[in-house]
């Protein structure tokens, strides 16, 4: 009965058309079609010139001479822009922040993965090795015959041959002119096409891989197209690569998009651009159409019209959006623009992650699963900061920024060309350095950049449920929707709140670590019982299925949001589903109250006709702290002052704990990056009982409560602030009125 029940889930949540497709697949996989479609063979059984509508072009001399000249399709920039640029790229960098050092680690030997971690993969790198653990994947075999287990996550193998190292060598190069980092591109390449023939080994598995690695290189080709190292012979290999890699995607494109993820658009944008930048291929109009088809329909599908995305990730929605900026860019420079739906649809999404930045540090709650995808670092800009993306999508979907100046700018010179640039001097700046201002190159998008005028604002991305409260120091993001079928979700996040203050992730999410992770983390970064909310018996959201697939999908719903005239109190209420399939169905509704400027009170009610083991979470920052068990109340000695989180719940007395990195399991750890596990403070308070109400107040030190059967009391230094709830768990609304009395001395409204 269990296999039938999971097989009604897969097929209400999935639906027929995804499940008849997977059957599909599986049976072409096991028949050996995949094989005969993308068969293994060597770079010298598919030559150039198989690829090319007109033959001559076969010889690499007349090869290159046709790529360098006017003929050939334009790019994001001119090789011969590279004096007008020098100034531009100079002014982005620091000592301690400039791609002149990645560059030179790259020619030692020590490659960066997944943004984060610096290892010694040799020069040129072992591409089938896990470089973490020392396994390798299997080499001598097609990619479909090929599992994902037996030498840890197959991710570690695949990072190297994404080829993000290509931009750090190109970024260099045009700063310095030093043709060592020409050759070490060149050197790696060679490298990487004699160790990996057409459609063997791990590297050629996923077809997004094949496309990201495709944007690299070509990239590289025009970075270094006037440097002596680009030889004839080295053109006419990329160009052959950027052929089979085309005739790789296109033959399983239907698996990618059977995913309704990034991997469906990624794709597509790959067939976007070999047939756009390489029209010489007689198949090229047909990639170029049909990548164009795809893309134009993928970006509906999957960016809601509340400008989130379907994967219901930060990191992924980022992804998406260098996808299609570099699509969009592209399809401009060469007059074959995509249309203004896609764009404003790009629009929405990258105006999305602008509101919820932080205001300082430009990061953003790490919410959903977070791989250390990074696929077009061009700045100097760190991992978590998504202000170069932020700016890029609003310079090329709405041709002005939305952030003052700053290094961030480094991405959006490369897709759009000087003149994001070239007026910055005249605009408030956050840079440390100024910027000078070569002309515009002949294919840059006229833009004029104005300051910003677009002000973060309360968050309501009704589509998919993401949720803000934002003060002048920070904001609260409540995660409180449901999921379009088919639009799996990555994590059980349910009415999870994070918590920013001056620049500080306070409540923090835990992220992911890895999708393949030993023991003993498991997937528990993705549970329930990691983020901040309540767990119930320990179930938590949903039951897991496989690595990427949890049945059923918790949904949940806002029922109240309100905001005072003056906006010094604000208020949402939300309720979740996700507890309901338990034997004894429990209800549980959360309430986040903004208490002026700096404090969230946050209420929990929980109700059931058994008892329960109720569990509620809060994920806090590494600081120095002080713990005190009787009043349920940690301090903490953050970088921008003082800052405590007290909880407790009403009429039962909690079990308290706080957990600083539990080596046996993933409390008290957090995954800013992949793969990178950072101590983090687990605070938790659980009650055993059929129904309970926890409260949880967050904030400056001064606060303090008091409390009766039907109201709290938050006392602050000028404001003592009422909130009551209803006695009566059946009542739509936790909250019933939510009162304010000012200090004499303060005198403010509210």
Known sequence: MRSVSLAWQILRHMGP???????????????????????????????????????????????????????????????????????????????DSTPIDEAEAILGGRFRFFSCHRLDAGFPADWHRNHFTGERAPTAIHWSRIGTTGYGDIKCVWELSRFAWAYTLVRAYWRTGDERYAEAFWRLFEDWRAHNPPNTGPNWMCGQEVALRLMASCFALYGLLDSPATTPERVAMLGQLAAVSARRIRANIGYALSQRNNHGISEAMGLWTAGLLFPEFAAARSWRDLG???????????????????????VYQRLMLHDCLWGIALGATNGQPLSLTLQGRVRRAGEFLYQLQDDESGEVPLYGSSDGALILPLSNAGYRDFRPVVQSAAFLTRGERLLAPGPWDEESLWLCGPSVVETARHLPSDATRGHSSPPATDSAPTRQPTAPRTPRTDLRAATRGYYTLRTHTGFALMRCGDYAPGHRPGQQDQLHVDIWWRGQNTATDAGTY?????????????????????????????????????????????????????????????????????ADPVSYRRAVVRVGEEHWLVLDRLTGADDHMYRLHWLLGDWPHEWFPDEGRVLLSTPSGPYQVRLGCLFAAPELHLIRAEEESAQGWRAAHYLDREAALSLSARVKASGCTFWSLLGPP???????????????????????WSVDPTMRQMLSRVRVRVSPVSGKGY
């Open 17 to 95: 058309g995804w499940c008849a497709y997977r059957a599909y697949y599986a049976v072409a996989r096991r028949s050996g079609a995949l094989t005969r479609r993308t068969p293994a063979t060597a770079w010298e059984a598919v030559p150039l010139r198989r690829f090319l509508a007109e033959e001559s072009l076969s010889e690499p001399e007349r090869y290159l001479d046709y790529r360098c000249s006017p003929a050939a399709p334009a790019f994001l920039f001119k090789p011969t822009d590279r004096q007008r640029y020098q100034p531009l790229l100079a002014g982005f960098d620091d000592r």
């Open 292 to 314: 164009a088809r795809l893309l134009e329909r993928e970006v509906l599908r999957l960016i809601y019209d509340d400008g989130s995305c379907s994967q219901h990730s930060v």
């Open 702 to 724: 001064e606060a303090c409560v008091s409390f009766e059967r039907d109201w709290m009391r938050v006392h602050l230094a000028d404001r003592t602030v009422t909130v009551h």
């Open 514 to 582: 890895s999708y393949n992770p030993p023991e003993p983390w498991g997937h528990d970064f993705g549970l329930a019982a990691m983020h901040n909310t309540v767990d119930v018996d320990g179930r938590g959201q949903s039951d897991r299925v496989s690595s990427f697939l949890s049945l059923p999908w918790a949904a949940a719903r806002i029922t109240a949001g309100l905001r005072s005239s003056r906006g010094r109190l604000a208020y949402l209420e939300g309720e979740t589903n996700a507890y309901q399939r338990l």
